[in-house]
């Protein structure tokens, strides 16, 4: 397919995981692709961001619209979780949370709306399952992935009459080479491989590329009549009850 071709793209966190996987997607579907993330990306063009300094989203889109003349694809991927039990954060912590995985894609959309405009563009953001539910010792993590889904319909209702869509994907276990390290640690990675697989319906974990899938259509043309949605990427996780 060819969907994306003379598209720009910009892809945050683009250099590992899940958006990674977006950025070869968009790519392999035509677009010239950017990637903003805080070291260099050898495969795409790549923006050396740090997402905790509020001045480099602005930065990032101004040196693509500069080397491209044009956006028409913003994903905002890039991210961070900390483990930690809300009496056990900082609250120095808590900031940098919410700042890389709310403020940031905040900032990256603030920045970007002109050029979308422009371009009748596209915005997706990654959000997470746990936007809806939580694990624990997330509290910084979840809070952070809800906020970013109503940033999501707030971005949609604001801009809609202006030709922008924005819309997110909540993605659950996915086997980013971040889990699969996560997993390779324990003790026994094979029992909880196995086990992992078990509380997901369709019965396994999932890939980055099936993500990147569900972004592109709603990055492309085709979903030209969806906005404001959130779409779970789970195996089916959010829907299984525990057992009794």
């Not at 996987?21 to 740090?50: S, W, Y």
């Not at 959000?127 to 993590?141: D, W």
């Not at 889904?149 to 030709?163: K, M, N, P």
Request: proline share 5%; glycine share 10%.
């Amino acid at each position: 397919m060819t969907r994306f071709t003379d598209k720009v793209a910009l892809v945050t966190g683009g250099r590992s995981g899940i958006g990674r996987a977006i950025a070869t997607r968009l790519a392999n579907e035509g677009a010239r692709v950017f990637t903003a993330q805080r070291g260099k990306d050898p495969e795409f063009e790549g923006l050396v961001t740090d997402f905790t300094d509020p001045q480099s989203p602005a930065r990032a889109v101004a040196e693509v619209a500069a080397r491209a003349g044009r956006l028409d694809v913003l994903i905002n991927s890039a991210g961070m979780m900390q483990e930690a039990r809300i009496e056990d954060m900082s609250l120095e912590d808590w900031q940098k949370n919410l700042t890389v995985n709310l403020t940031a894609p905040f900032l990256m959309i603030k920045a970007a709306l002109p050029h979308l405009r422009a371009t009748q563009g596209t915005i997706v953001n990654v959000g997470s399952i746990e936007g809806l539910g939580s694990n624990p010792g997330h509290a910084a993590y979840c809070a952070s992935k809800a906020g970013l889904h109503a940033l999501t319909r707030a971005v949609a209702v604001d801009h809609g009459a202006e030709g922008i869509r924005c819309n997110a994907v909540a993605p659950g276990w996915i086997d980013t080479d971040l889990n699969l390290d996560y997993i390779a640690s324990l003790d026994d990675p094979a029992t909880f491989a196995a086990r992992i697989g078990t509380i997901h319906p369709i019965g396994r974990t999932g890939r980055p590329e099936e993500v990147a899938a569900l972004v592109a259509f709603l990055a492309a043309a085709e979903s030209g009549f969806v906005t404001g949605q959130v779409y779970t990427v789970d195996g089916g996780r959010m829907s299984k009850l525990s057992l009794p």
